[in-house]
């Protein structure tokens, strides 16, 4: 035997030592790791029917509207049985689906058969949610009968972000105006400054007169309304690209708002706009809540993959014109006393 060489026996012993030794390090930190997983979500919620049981997990039940909510659902079938997890998507309209992942199935310890699905979920407006009722399919091998398993209904507060009491900021004072050095020289030059402005003024705004007269300004209704014939002409609907069509009625309809009563609609998400668009509304309350509604259902579209039906796209496009078409009395009136008024002066 050559003098470098181990005994077979021997190395065979070292080689078990060390998997032994590497199992006990290794087995803490698998521990710990699992541990980890477990505490990412906050809310469990088990339910059992025989051979199967259903498990509903949340990250929290309280998040602000900044926050998504991380959802698992979980099925575990025992041997020679099978379960289906809910549909796709299936009891959560009111959340945006940001990410998701479909697990593989696992094999337990005991045969029993493991299904799991993640999902990323993020609120469009602060308030109270609600996940209803999902329910699970499941069936014995072979046998055709199929049996139901369901949850119960879990809720999700969703805090807003913005200030309950928007009307008690502090406001820091401004600062004070820089002094300006006197003299007739510089008295001269501001009277100046300010008869050139006035005269550039006068010119432009005679001109502009003129201008107006021959090419009258059109409306916010009228662009309103230019603008829905376009978008119909582009035959988006016909393309069945009813996603797409309803955003674009939803940015129409929020642009004619802020021509039409000068508030900045556009820029605001829907929470913002409800919040402190809405109430400077010059409509009843009828009219806000339908507006609400136009508002949430588009976002619901547009964000959290919604997909409407040809009835939801006539009704989205319906309720649009005729927002435009019941606030725009007032326009066409105010308008006409501008004109008179202006006629009368020159």
Known sequence: MNRHS????????????????????LCPSCNKKGADKEKEFKIA??????????RVSLSDSAVTIAQRVKMLLETRAQKGWRAELPKFGDKLSEFGIVDYRNFQPEMGPDGA??????????????????????EVVFYQEGDSTRHALESDT????????????????DINDI???AKFPFGWKNILIVVGCVAAA????????????????IVPKLTAHEIAYRKLEALLARELVEQKLYREFTAEVADILREYIEDRFSLKAPERTTEEFLVEVSPALPVDAEKKDILRQFLVHCDLVKFAALEPSI????????????????????????????????????
């Open 45 to 54: 919620r088990s339910f059992e029917s025989g051979p199967v049981s259903f």
């Open 154 to 169: 879990i809720l999700v507060k969703v805090a807003s972000l913005l200030p309950k009491d928007k009307a008690s900021l």
């Open 198 to 213: 006035a005269a550039a003024f006068l010119i432009f705004w005679k001109r502009r007169r003129i201008k107006e007269k």
């Open 113 to 134: 058969v493991v299904t799991k699905r993640l999902y990323e979920l993020e609120p469009f407006l602060s308030g109270e949610y609600k996940i209803p009722p999902m």
């Open 175 to 177: 600062a004070p105006p």
């Open 311 to 346: 009835e939801d796209v006539e009704r989205t496009f319906a309720t649009c014109k005729d927002f435009i078409e019941a606030t725009k009395v007032r326009e066409e009136v105010k308008a006409e006393a501008g004109e008179a008024a202006a006629d009368s002066a020159a």
């Open 6 to 25: 181990f005994p077979s026996g021997l190395a065979q012993a070292i080689a078990t030592l060390a998997m032994i030794s590497a199992f006990i390090i």
